[in-house]
């Protein structure tokens, strides 16, 4: 089992900048990708970006290339989401996830190949 929280979620103003973390936690060692994706209400949930936990691949929807930066810390087992000139468009809970299967990076953007899913936090962007 690996437990996963999110946290950094807030209310910020369009054009402003939040930063997420996702720690992990119990048994990491086989994770290989960490992904975040976010559901706005009465949407379905879709894919922001995407991490390999070993050799640091990102992958990142259309939507947020350029604005946002997935990093990970291996000491920490820590993911984060850096988010820039947000938009309102953007307002979602933002959820992190993990796969411990070799995945290709078109693969990481589905749902459904995600093993464990955090809780969520909510990011609301004011116009």
């Known amino acids: 089992q690996v437990q996963l929280v999110e946290s950094g979620g807030g209310l910020v103003q369009a054009g402003g900048s939040l930063r997420l973390s996702c720690a992990a936690s119990?048994?990491?060692?086989?994770?290989?990708?960490m992904g975040w994706f976010r559901q706005a209400p009465a949407k379905e949930r879709e894919f922001v970006a995407a991490?390999?936990?070993?050799?640091?691949?990102?992958y990142y929807a259309d939507s947020v290339k350029g604005r946002f930066t997935v990093s990970r810390d291996i000491a920490k087992k820590t993911v984060y989401l850096q988010m820039n000139r947000l938009k309102p468009e953007g307002t979602a809970v933002y959820y992190c996830?993990?796969?411990?299967?070799?995945?290709?990076?078109?693969?990481?953007?589905?749902?459904?190949?995600?093993?464990?899913w955090g809780q969520g936090t909510q990011v609301t962007v004011s116009s």
């Open positions: 991490i390999k936990w070993s050799g640091a691949n990102t």
């Open positions: 996830a993990s796969t411990s299967t070799n995945y290709s990076g078109s693969l990481l953007a589905l749902v459904s190949r995600y093993n464990y």
């Open positions: 119990g048994r990491t060692f086989s994770t290989y990708a």
